[in-house]
């Protein structure tokens, strides 16, 4: 079973950074993308970025130049670095993993990060 943990987030100021992480388990070797999602009330659920397991990335419009997903190809862990922060990317982010063996969608428990004005 394929499992994803998420770390880091919390409150933040307009301008600084952060690092989320995403740290799948179980048949890890099943999963051959991950991607970032945030939510936020009053907001549909939207796509933030991406990798594949071949290392592809790709990134909304939004966050381009100033947020990077990336792996530790040793444990498997993908994190997503956020930088320049603002008050517009307060949101819940969860990481998603596409399991190729079931053809399901795993998420993570979502992390609140909140960007203070």
């Known amino acids: 079973q394929v499992r994803l943990v998420e770390s880091g987030g919390g409150l ?14 179980g048949s890890t070797s099943d999963i051959n993308a991950i991607s970032w999602y ?3 009330p009053g907001k ?3 796509l933030v970025a991406g990798i594949l397991r ?7 419009d939004f966050v381009k130049g100033r947020f990077t ?5 040793a444990t498997n862990t993908v994190h997503l670095q956020m930088n320049a ?33």
């Open 85 to 117: 922060l603002t008050p517009e990317d307060t949101a819940v982010y969860e990481c998603n993993a596409f399991d190729v063996r079931t053809g399901t969608r795993v998420w993570g428990q979502g992390i609140q990060v909140t960007v203070s004005s």
């Open 69 to 73: 997903v990336s792996r530790d190809n």
């Open 44 to 46: 549909q659920r939207e």
């Open 12 to 25: 933040v100021q307009t301008g600084g950074s952060t690092r989320l992480s995403c740290a799948p388990s």
């Open 54 to 60: 071949g290392g592809n990335t790709a990134y909304a």
């Open 38 to 40: 945030r939510h936020t």
